[in-house]
């Protein structure tokens, strides 16, 4: 199952935002779930983009830190993708994910195992 994080609800501000994700992969890894899906938009309409840029930067130093796995753009999330064939393969139930092969620079995945 992919998990569907939504900061485009309610006040997200960059800190609110950062601080939603860290729980929910605390959560999720705690539940066993392969990956996250966060919707952040990508700046067209607003603070988005602020999110998505400073998410980025966080996922890397989490990366680094060993506290996940990988991240990457929706614009990646396709069947064709190496990084996201690893988690479509680990749990199938993914593959009716929405955004699969849509190119949504708005979302970032985040593989946890």
Known sequence: MLRLINLKEGEHNVESAIATVEIEIENAKREGLVALKILH??????????IMLQLRKVLLMWKKQGFI??????DKWSLFNKQSQEILNADKSIYGDCDIDHGNPGITIIKLF
């Open 69 to 74: 796995v990988d991240y990457f753009g929706g």
């Open 41 to 50: 938009g990508y700046g067209s309409h607003g603070k988005g983009g602020a």
